[in-house]
């Protein structure tokens, strides 16, 4: 076992600016697990992580020597190396939250047949949600021919699954339209699933550029697809929410304006155009609104306990699955990339959005 872990950070105030370091690796702590980060998925959630990392504490996780660089989280799967923690044997296989690293060193609590919380003090104020590692061999979304579907769409798919419901919980805010900007990303599908599946919802409006249009047609879940250049199209009378996967300000503010008084709620999801970020004051209409899911997650574990909220969520989980993997029309090619020079630039390629939106990308260190 290497006695050095290796790990990729990027600048926080330009994502697309990365480096390589390396830090020691010690002897385990009472209570410590060391996982060889397997394999992890690398998507425009991603960059949200990057962009937002001041603001929602992305960069809390997984701490850096130096303040200038930081660490984007990812999800995927790692394997137990070495353990000194009762009920976790080397071996065994975890799907979580991880650095960009080829190691990382948890001190596992709350060890059950499900998995573990990494109760590291660094991440003790931090969401519980993204503290959690669940055992792969007990894990009801977990399909070992699937991991690369996993890895690039399970973490998306909550935050789809988890706005869907806040949404409903709130009624629509009144709204019988959703649009839903940067539609051809995974979570705004996801989202969009989701909406389809629910009966007498609203209608679904997806909100791509003219290059992404007909793979957005292609999922079949949108009501309408229309391009950011034909926004007037859309009539300015109906009763809308409006989630924004984008970030993108101008685009913000030309749909607040388009729909003035017919504008419900407004939401921010996602950073995709985040050479575009802006603010959020002065827009006519509702105030946009940070959409935090570990929010809607702890609300629904408490009125529907932790067993009810993972059926609910598995049972959804399946049925997007199903519709993103199908072998006739696949809404996703999981594109799989080994080594350092492949992981800086497919990370340089998704955060310029120079990737094809169907491909989805898993990556190894080796």
Same mark, same amino acid.
């Given at each position: 076992?290497?006695?050095?872990?290796?790990?990729?950070?990027?600048?926080?105030?330009?994502?697309? #600016?990365?480096?390589?370091?390396?830090?020691?690796?010690?002897?385990?702590?009472?209570? !410590?697990?060391?996982?060889?980060?397997?394999?992890?998925?690398?998507?425009?959630?991603?960059?949200?992580?990057?962009?937002?990392? !001041?603001?929602?504490?992305?960069? !809390?996780?997984?701490?850096?020597?130096?303040?200038?660089?930081?660490?984007?989280?990812?999800?995927?799967?790692?394997? =137990?190396?070495?353990?000194? $923690?009762?009920?976790?044997?080397?071996?065994? +296989?975890?799907?979580?939250?991880?650095?960009?690293?080829? &190691?990382?060193? =948890?001190?596992?609590?709350?060890?059950?047949?499900?998995?573990?919380?990494?109760?590291?003090?660094?991440?003790? !104020?931090?969401?519980?949600?993204?503290?959690?590692?669940?055992?792969?061999?007990?894990?009801?979304?977990?399909?070992?021919?699937?991991?690369?579907?996993?890895?690039?769409?399970?973490?998306?798919?909550?935050?789809?699954?988890?706005?869907?419901?806040? %949404?409903?919980?709130?009624?629509?805010?009144?709204?019988?339209?959703?649009? %839903?900007?940067?539609?051809?990303?995974?979570?705004?599908?996801?989202?969009?699933?989701?909406? @389809? #599946?629910?009966?007498?919802?609203?209608? $679904?409006?997806?909100?791509?550029?003219? @290059?992404?249009?007909?793979? $957005?047609?292609?999922?079949?879940?949108?009501?309408?697809?229309?391009?950011?250049?034909?926004?007037?199209?859309?009539?300015?009378?109906?009763?809308?929410?409006?989630?924004?996967?984008?970030?993108?300000?101008?685009?913000?503010?030309?749909?607040?304006?388009?729909?003035?008084?017919?504008?419900?709620?407004s939401c921010s999801i996602g950073g995709t155009h985040w050479d575009h970020l802006g603010g959020t004051r002065d827009l006519p209409g509702p105030r946009p609104t940070l959409f935090f899911a570990?929010?809607? /997650?702890?609300? +629904?574990?408490?009125?529907?306990?932790?067993?009810?909220?993972?059926? #609910?969520?598995?049972?959804?989980?399946?049925?997007?699955?199903?519709? /993103?993997?199908?072998?006739?029309?696949?809404?996703?090619?999981?594109?799989?990339?080994?080594?350092?020079? /492949?992981?800086?630039?497919?990370?340089? /390629? $998704?955060?310029?959005?120079?990737?094809?939106?169907?491909?989805? &990308?898993?990556? +190894?260190?080796?």
């Open positions: 076992m290497k006695n050095m872990i290796e790990h990729f950070t990027v600048r926080r105030d330009n994502p697309s #600016q990365h480096r390589w370091s390396q830090s020691l690796l010690g002897a385990l702590a009472e209570g !410590e697990v060391l996982l060889a980060i397997d394999s992890f998925s690398f998507t425009a959630n991603n960059v949200t992580y990057a962009m937002f990392g !001041e603001k929602m504490k992305y960069w !809390e996780f997984f701490p850096t020597d130096d303040p200038t660089y930081g660490t984007i989280p990812v999800w995927g799967f790692a394997d =137990v190396v070495a353990s000194n $923690v009762e009920g976790i044997s080397v071996g065994e +296989r975890f799907y979580g939250y991880y650095p960009m690293s080829t &190691h990382l060193v =948890v001190k596992a609590s709350r060890v059950s047949a499900h998995g573990f919380t990494d109760a590291a003090p660094h991440r003790a !104020e931090l969401p519980v949600i993204y503290n959690q590692y669940i055992r792969s061999s007990s894990d009801s979304m977990y399909r070992k021919d699937r991991e690369g579907e996993i890895a690039i769409l399970r973490p998306l798919f909550a935050t789809s699954f988890l706005l869907e419901d806040f %949404l409903a919980d709130n009624k629509f805010f009144g709204a019988t339209q959703v649009l %839903l900007s940067s539609a051809s990303s995974k979570t705004a599908y996801g989202t969009a699933a989701c909406l @389809a #599946q629910r009966e007498n919802g609203p209608s $679904v409006v997806g909100l791509t550029s003219k @290059a992404n249009a007909e793979f $957005v047609r292609s999922l079949g879940c949108y009501s309408k697809v229309v391009t950011y250049e034909d926004l007037a199209t859309l009539d300015a009378n109906v009763p809308t929410v409006y989630c924004d996967f984008a970030g993108n300000a101008k685009l913000r503010a030309k749909i607040h304006t388009h729909c003035g008084e017919a504008l419900k709620y570990p929010s809607q /997650a702890k609300k +629904r574990v408490g009125e529907w306990g932790p067993a009810g909220f993972q059926s #609910q969520l598995t049972n959804a989980w399946e049925r997007f699955l199903s519709d /993103a993997s199908a072998t006739s029309t696949p809404w996703l090619h999981v594109v799989t990339s080994n080594g350092r020079d /492949a992981i800086a630039s497919t990370v340089t /390629a $998704v955060i310029k959005g120079g990737v094809d939106p169907r491909d989805g &990308h898993v990556l +190894r260190f080796a």
